[in-house]
């Protein structure tokens, strides 16, 4: 805002942080600031959100790969579930597949 107000003219003297500026100009600066700061917040809100759920669906991905594996290897349901579920819960994060299987085949007793 200071350097708005700066740049405007209404700076009293270099070394003080004193305005000239008629309090309406003041009053809507005030109010573009505050627009554009929404504006941004919403975006950034809305990217964060995004990656958010980007992330979420690609470790839900990345789980139901795991266990399709595991039960292709001839594994239970349930122990196969369980398996990943540990995994996740010990190292939680984003993974790949592969490092997500290793760790529930290791977790199953096979390796």
Do not use: C
């Not at 004193?18 to 975006?43: K, Y």
């Amino acid at each position: 805002m200071h350097r708005i107000l700066e740049q405007r003219g209404y700076r009293v003297a270099d070394n003080r942080e004193f305005f000239t500026a008629p309090p309406s100009e003041v009053i809507r600066l005030l109010l573009q600031i505050r627009e554009v700061s929404e504006s941004l917040r919403l975006e950034s809100s809305h990217d964060l959100l995004l990656d958010a759920s980007a992330g979420a669906r690609r470790a839900q991905e990345a789980k139901h790969a795991v266990v399709g594996a595991l039960l292709d290897l001839g594994y239970r349901l349930r122990d196969a579930q369980k398996a990943v579920d540990q995994e996740i819960a010990h190292a939680p994060g984003e993974r790949d597949v592969s490092t997500l299987l290793r760790g529930a085949l290791q977790r199953i007793g096979r390796a």
